[in-house]
């Protein structure tokens, strides 16, 4: 089991260096990122390259902003299409939307 923590908030802090209101901005474009990734997943089957590509483009900001655990998934999912790869890529994209989401909610 993955012990890491959704979002890595030392990390996160080091991107936006502790400038609050950056990270709020960061935030709130990484929340609409990955909500417009679900749409997309969600809208229509997609071919392994769309997905791919989907799960490329999440990866780096994934790991610039700490959310390891749903970078690992996108990579995976970038070098390998399968149902398994996927289903795990939306349920990190669901975990790390909603971690986002609730840490712009208590600030």
């Known amino acids: ?13 080091r991107q936006t260096m502790g400038d609050q209101a950056l990270r ?9 990122q990955l909500e417009d990734a ?3 997943i969600g809208a229509e089957p997609q071919g392994a390259r769309d997905h791919g590509a989907l ?7 994934a790991r610039a902003l700490g959310a390891f655990p749903l970078a690992q998934a996108a990579d995976c999912l970038d070098r390998n299409e399968d149902r398994g790869a996927l289903d795990d890529f939306v349920q990190h994209l669901k975990e790390a ?4 989401q609730r840490l712009l909610e208590a600030r």
């Open 1 to 13: 089991m993955d012990e890491r923590p959704i979002i890595d908030l030392a990390q996160l802090e």
């Open 55 to 61: 799960a490329h483009q999440i990866l780096g900001t």
């Open 38 to 40: 679900l749409r997309d």
């Open 24 to 32: 709020d901005e960061v935030l709130g474009m990484f929340v609409r």
């Open 97 to 100: 939307r909603a971690e986002a």
